[in-house]
């Protein structure tokens, strides 16, 4: 049974022009000591699908799923309680901008200890061990004395670091990595991604990173899901991804890469979008 | 294992250490006494505080006690004044710097009691309506909006006819006057802040409603109500006298600086001292006050803030 089995999962925004679907009908899973890369354009639906995963999706949303479950447990029928239970513990996010998912208030160190104080039963000593410890671990120079720096004193890099030590703090089975990278500029966005990687080889959790980077994919995943127009259009292992993509979407997404382009004039996905579109009816 | 013999971790780049933290405080505190008109309203305001903590050493006269030989002296540096009575004699002959010293008392309590119950009940009642949104939000912020269309001194007036005359009383009624103000700043700054990051973060971490309202939420919103609070300060002070002017807040013979305009009325044209020197300490309290207030404006106010 997998760590993550989600099971024709459709996510609808009330708006004034009627129910608007994000996410419609995917199906995803995620084994223990997998990555999984979710790639797709802006808008393809892949954040709100994790979102929903999450619990994170504003009232507005209606989310329905068949099946909805993490290690055996559905998540549609938790109560409020066993969800905040969960999320933070077993099931970890890291957002986009390290910078903004850091509470400008308080200390970095205030905040790790936050979730530990939350999720665990140490006392104030220990917790303040365990938060020199993953800030050792993902790698942040002089731990002591940044426990007590603002999230504004430390780089973008480092506040990504410091998001990653919260987000497995409590040794999660499952992280989800909201692109974790695109905030970042090119040397520490590589940083980054080892640190994810090696994380999660040593914990062995299920790492889903949600990308719209190829390369990143290429380097990164074990299983790549593409999505677009909130649907999934192909799932399959990452050579095969590269090697015989399947859908007519996947050929025209890799086809628009800088690297993969032929004449002057680079291809764009639009003009493969309704090809695409056949090719998931 | 250090970052820098970790041989998972690029070496390509190692970011940067950065200065060594400061405390935000001292560095607002910099910011702070760079201003000179604060730091003069802050000397002011501390030397007032002193005044009113250390009254009965420094008050010359009790406040109650009539020299019924010195009734209306004038100030001392005038052709009649009188030595011992530094800013003259009321009607009564009580002295009025003293009633001025210990006057400070009260001023500076209705200010601290009526911004600390302000503060509390709009700060909650903002925080449920901008975090709750919806019809929570509809119907509190109608009834803020009915009380703030009441001109102030009136509802306050009619609130303190209503649960009779006294100081406390009138401190209760400004209280609820200024109340809505808090409850629209703080209702602004958490639906901004709702929609951030870290408020998601901390919803992954587990953090439960109550936990991220006032630990996520509230200590972000703080800069605005900080400023809020000190411009209301002297707000409270100023309606309080106009009630104890009009009869309604503290109660002669109590020495508080409206009550004692208010005893001045039909002097005005005779004995101008006595109208004077209460209305020249509430203009000095509310003018220091402000000017601390505009500082910590400028101070807590990213937007303003030269760097």
């Not at chain 1, 909130?230 to 399947?246: A, H, I, W």
């Not at chain 2, 409206?258 to 020249?280: C, N, Q």
């Amino acid at each position: 049974m997998a760590l993550l089995e989600v099971r024709n999962l459709s996510v609808a925004f009330e708006t004034a022009a009627g129910a608007f679907f994000a996410v419609k009908g995917v199906d995803l899973s995620a084994d223990a000591g997998e990555v999984l890369a979710i790639v797709g354009e802006s808008g393809s639906g892949k954040s709100v699908a994790m979102l929903a995963v999450m619990g994170l999706l504003p009232p507005a949303a209606t989310v329905t799923a068949d099946a909805m479950c993490f290690e055996g447990r559905d998540l549609l029928t938790l109560t409020p309680r066993q969800r905040r239970d969960l999320s933070g513990s077993a099931m970890a996010m890291i957002f986009q901008e390290p910078v903004a998912s850091l509470n400008p208030c308080f200390t970095v160190g205030f905040q790790i200890e936050e979730t530990l104080r939350e999720h665990t039963d140490l006392g104030a000593a220990a917790r303040r061990a365990r938060a020199i410890e993953l800030l050792t671990q993902v790698g942040i120079p002089a731990p002591e004395e940044r426990l007590g720096s603002f999230p504004h004193q430390l780089s973008g890099g480092q506040c990504q670091r410091v998001m990653i030590a919260i987000a497995t703090a409590c040794n999660p089975r499952l992280l989800i990595a909201d692109e974790p990278t695109t905030a970042l500029d090119v040397t520490i966005q590589k940083q980054i991604l080892e640190l994810l990687l090696r994380l999660q080889a040593e914990h062995g959790m299920a790492l889903v990173l949600i990308t719209h980077d190829m390369g990143v994919v290429a380097e990164t995943a074990d299983r790549v899901i593409v999505q677009y127009n909130g649907r999934k259009m192909e799932d399959t292992d990452v050579l095969s991804l590269f090697e015989r993509p399947r859908s007519a979407y996947t050929r025209a997404l890799l086809s628009a890469l800088p690297e993969n382009a032929t004449g002057s004039r680079l291809p764009t996905v639009s003009t493969f979008a309704a090809a695409a579109e056949d090719g998931a009816a | 294992m250090s970052a820098t013999d970790d041989p998972h971790i690029g070496t390509a780049e190692q970011e940067p250490l950065g200065p060594p933290p400061v405390a935000p405080w001292r560095e607002n505190w910099r910011y702070f006494t760079s201003n000179r008109g604060a730091v003069l309203g802050l000397t002011v305001l501390g030397l007032m505080v002193l005044t009113a903590i250390f009254a009965p050493l420094i008050a010359p006269h009790e406040t109650a006690t009539q020299y019924r030989d010195a009734l209306l002296a004038p100030p001392a540096w005038t052709a009649n004044g009188r030595a011992e009575f530094l800013l003259g004699t009321d009607a009564l002959g009580r002295d009025i710097l003293s009633r001025l010293i210990y006057g400070a008392r009260y001023s500076l309590a209705i200010g601290l009691v009526v911004v600390t119950l302000a503060l509390i009940s709009g700060i909650l009642v903002g925080l449920v309506a901008g975090y709750c949104g919806g019809w929570v939000d509809a119907l509190i912020m109608r009834v803020m909006d009915i009380i703030l269309a009441f001109p102030s001194l009136l509802l306050a007036l009619v609130l303190v006819a209503i649960i009779g005359p006294g100081l406390f009383n009138a401190m209760l009624a400004i209280a609820v006057v200024l109340q809505p103000h808090f409850a629209r700043l703080t209702r602004g700054a958490v639906m901004a802040e709702k929609s951030r990051e870290y408020v998601t973060s901390a919803k992954v971490a587990g953090a439960g409603h109550l936990r991220l309202m006032l630990v996520t939420i509230l200590p972000n919103c703080l800069g605005p109500l900080i400023v809020q609070a000190t411009l209301s300060f002297s707000n409270a002070i100023l309606d309080a006298a106009a009630l104890g002017f009009l009869g309604m807040g503290a109660q002669p013979p109590t020495p508080e600086w409206g009550t004692m305009l208010a005893e001045a009325r039909e002097f005005i044209t005779s004995a101008w001292w006595v109208v004077t020197m209460p209305g020249v300490a509430i203009l000095i309290t509310v003018l220091a006050i402000n000017l601390i207030g505009d500082g910590l404006r400028d101070t807590l106010d990213p937007k303003l803030k030269r760097s």
